[in-house]
């Protein structure tokens, strides 16, 4: 069993920069493979950024490639998504989750815990 828990969501100015973090229980967080997804009104959860369980490997959407980076800190139980030049579109909810496989995946019916999930606002 793994509880997450994200912080640092907020409100933003258009080309402005925020830190998500997301802290894990539990003593096993370096076994699973961690991914961001967000989710608006009306919308599908969708993929953000994955990491691998060492951290060597990092995967992201076409559409926050270059802007976003995924970091985790197996010490601290906790990953991190730092995101830079935001944009009116980010604005959503953004949710952490953990998945128990060895390779980091793309669909949200693939991870098996999530968070509460935490509001992005960016203005224009």
């Known amino acids: 069993q793994v509880h997450l828990a994200e912080s640092g969501g907020g409100l933003v100015q258009a080309g402005g920069s925020l830190r998500l973090s997301c802290a894990a229980s539990?003593?096993?967080?370096?076994?699973?493979?961690m991914g961001w997804f967000r989710q608006g009104p009306g919308k599908e959860r969708e993929f953000v950024a994955a990491?691998?369980?060492?951290?060597?490997?990092?995967f992201y959407a076409d559409s926050v490639k270059g802007r976003f980076t995924i970091s985790r800190d197996n010490i601290a139980n906790t990953v991190y998504l730092q995101m830079n030049s935001l944009k009116p579109e980010d604005t959503d909810v953004y949710y952490c989750?953990?998945?128990?496989?060895?390779?980091?995946?793309?669909?949200?019916?693939?991870?098996?815990?999530w968070g509460q999930g935490t509001q992005v606002t960016v203005s224009s």
């Open positions: 989750a953990a998945d128990g496989s060895f390779s980091a995946r793309m669909r949200p019916v693939d991870y098996d815990y």
């Open positions: 539990g003593r096993t967080f370096s076994s699973y493979v």
């Open positions: 990491i691998s369980r060492g951290g060597s490997r990092t």
